[in-house]
């Protein structure tokens, strides 16, 4: 778990071009597949997927640039999901503004939270994080006048959205770009950020806290703000979530759906900040191949995690880019 | 006044399972997300069990079971890994707990099922005005047992003196010549074991289901961290604050009373960070 990034950071910052060419075929794929794909159920399936892959990649970035396992992300992806939900309600702002509102303001609560919990041992961070997104989850089950508890409610969304027809979020073939497009721009920026400066800093929190403090860093603010960063990419996925069902339940908020994404960020390997993404393909993958046997999901899911953990520790993303490095050649 | 000891008997069940993580996590260091699950299976095994030899028999030998699986869990799970960070023994029993609710759900099916009550605990008997089941003042009496029994064994025993030390620093205590890996598969047993006593005894009083252990094992992390994950009075004082806490909370605010644990451990924390009984700073 602790050992340092596989590039030497320092020596290359410029982008690589591969890294530019891999972001312009990824954007140009996800506009293609809708036209290539046309089975709806394969779409739904995959814009699905695509959604918490975004929650994924946010859980990951957090265990990648911290060392820290939240198990209470579904918190701000269901926080998220019901700002957008209440708000329609209500009425209180334009849609447009609410979905800001909503990605700022789980934003905001990691932070503040950050600031007290990332200074705890780990085990202790994971088991507070399920504590406090299951506090959040029972809330909306038994508030039944505020969100219609365990029901769910139907979201009231414009016509309109950013200029968009509100049918574009709502027809998987469409939906599934969008997702798509806000996916990959993620994973880049997260991608950007990890090899910035401040990624670099937060990596050396993460392997060695006091040095890092006695070399004259601020090692608390940091994580708190790689925290509220992973939390805001949950949100986005919530918002995501929100728009393509218009519909929320008090499962969003549920400890099971931290738990898919823990899941996948573990097998795709949070390493490599695409990893969790890969994870979360490779998660939808198998759930349709399991075909007849996805009663026992769970369990396929449980055996999942147990082997890649004890096996493959850096999930498949490392073993491609083991795999890559070979090929290259023992240039390094 | 009856709602106070309600909330005594919730605080004994966390109590029960609070301290097997505790003595799991002194000795190992690590978590053991699977916890609840194992309270679930125990409940589940008495179930079964309860069916042919009582509800005796069944505490008996879903304690056994479960005592036995705790070596297993130690010797396969725990051992392995102990080289490893922490966050893999995690991430390893949160898959287990995939694998055992799932296991549960296959054999037992996902509806509800109760357990009676013991002929001997089914009356109720008159208190402070109204009436009070005998079955929970059990649980009650139960708890403060073990945590009586515990106490005692820890403080005057070699082998607590033992776990006492290795819960301060593994790594010296093995270098004294104790053998850890015994040691530890004794008090994981001992761990699992009130896993399983927890979950017979919840049988009559909670319903049962598959999902009961994911349920209860996010309450017993609020004690653990509340108490100061490896002490054994402060998991004691944690569970009892906490289980008062959370039933009042359910009684008088129910929209709000998940939000109330959560605001006591924020107070302890801020407070005193490294919980209850934390030792200094």
């Known amino acids: ?332 | 006044m009856i709602q106070v000891i309600n909330g005594l008997v919730y605080g004994s069940f966390l109590y029960l399972l609070a301290v097997g993580l505790v003595l799991i996590f002194g000795l190992r260091r690590v978590t053991n997300f699977a916890h609840g699950s194992l309270f679930m299976v125990g409940a589940y095994i008495a179930y079964a069990v309860a069916a042919y030899l009582g509800f005796w028999g069944g505490l008996v030998i879903s304690v056994m079971v479960l005592a036995a699986l705790g070596v297993l869990l130690d010797r396969f799970v725990f051992r392995p890994l102990a080289r490893e960070d922490a966050v893999v023994t995690l991430l390893v029993t949160f898959g287990l707990l995939f694998v055992l609710e799932d296991a549960v759900r296959t054999i037992w099916g996902k509806d509800y099922l109760t357990v009676p009550p013991p002929p001997l605990l089914s009356g109720v008997i008159p208190m402070f005005g109204s009436t009070f089941p005998v079955y929970r003042l059990f649980v009650v009496a139960v708890a403060l047992a073990v945590a009586a029994g515990l106490a005692l064994w820890l403080r005057y025993s070699k082998v607590g003196l033992y776990v006492r030390a290795a819960s301060v620093d593994p790594v010296t205590t093995g270098m004294q010549g104790v053998d850890t890996d015994r040691l530890s598969a004794l008090v994981v047993a001992i761990g699992t074991g009130l896993a399983g006593l927890s979950g017979t005894i919840a049988g009559p009083l909670l319903a049962l289901s598959p999902s009961m252990g994911a349920f209860i094992i996010i309450d017993c992390f609020v004690v653990v961290v509340t108490g100061g994950l490896s002490s054994f009075t402060g998991a004691f004082v944690a569970a009892l604050l906490i289980g008062q806490v959370h039933n009042l909370g359910i009684v008088y605010v129910p929209e709000l009373a998940s939000m109330l644990p959560l605001a006591i451990m924020t107070l302890v924390l801020l407070l005193r960070p490294r919980g209850l009984a934390g030792a200094g700073r």
């Open chain 1, 1 to 332: 778990m602790s050992a340092l990034p596989s590039t030497p950071a320092t020596a290359r910052r410029r982008v690589p071009a591969i890294a530019v060419v891999a972001f312009i075929v990824a954007v140009a794929a996800g506009l293609l597949v809708p036209a290539v794909v046309s089975s709806q159920l394969a779409l739904t399936l995959m814009t699905q997927a695509v959604i918490t892959a975004v929650l994924a990649t946010g859980i990951g970035f957090l265990m990648r640039q911290c060392g820290l396992t939240s198990f209470g992300h579904a918190a701000f992806f269901g926080i998220a999901a019901y700002t957008v939900a209440l708000n329609g309600k209500f009425g209180v702002l334009p849609t447009e503004l609410a979905i800001i509102a909503a990605i700022l303001l789980p934003a905001a609560l990691a932070f503040v939270a950050g600031l007290g919990i990332v200074r705890m041992p780990a085990l202790a961070f994971s088991m507070l994080t399920l504590a406090v997104a299951q506090a959040f989850y029972e809330i909306m089950l038994r508030w039944r006048e505020l969100a219609n508890g365990d029901d769910g409610m139907a979201v009231r969304l414009p016509s309109q959205l950013f200029g968009l027809d509100i049918e574009t979020f709502q027809q998987p073939g469409s939906m599934f770009s969008v997702c798509w497009i806000v996916l990959v721009v993620t994973v880049a920026g997260l991608w950007l950020l990890s090899r910035s400066r401040f990624g670099l800093l937060t990596v050396a929190i993460r392997e060695n806290e006091e040095r890092a403090r006695f070399i004259g860093y601020e090692t608390v603010v940091p994580r708190a703000l790689v925290y509220a960063l992973s939390a805001a990419v949950a949100a986005v996925a919530g918002v995501l979530f929100v728009l393509y069902n218009a519909f929320v339940t008090p499962g969003t908020l549920y400890w099971s759906l931290s738990g898919e994404g823990i899941v996948m960020a573990v097998i795709g390997g949070a390493h490599a900040v695409w990893g969790p993404a890969l994870g979360s393909v490779i998660f939808f993958l198998l759930k349709d191949a399991a075909g007849d046997l996805t009663e026992h999901w769970p369990a396929i899911i449980g055996a999942t995690l147990i082997v890649v953990t004890v096996l493959v520790p850096r999930g498949i993303s490392g073993l491609i880019i083991a795999l890559f490095q070979k090929l290259k050649g023992g240039r390094r």
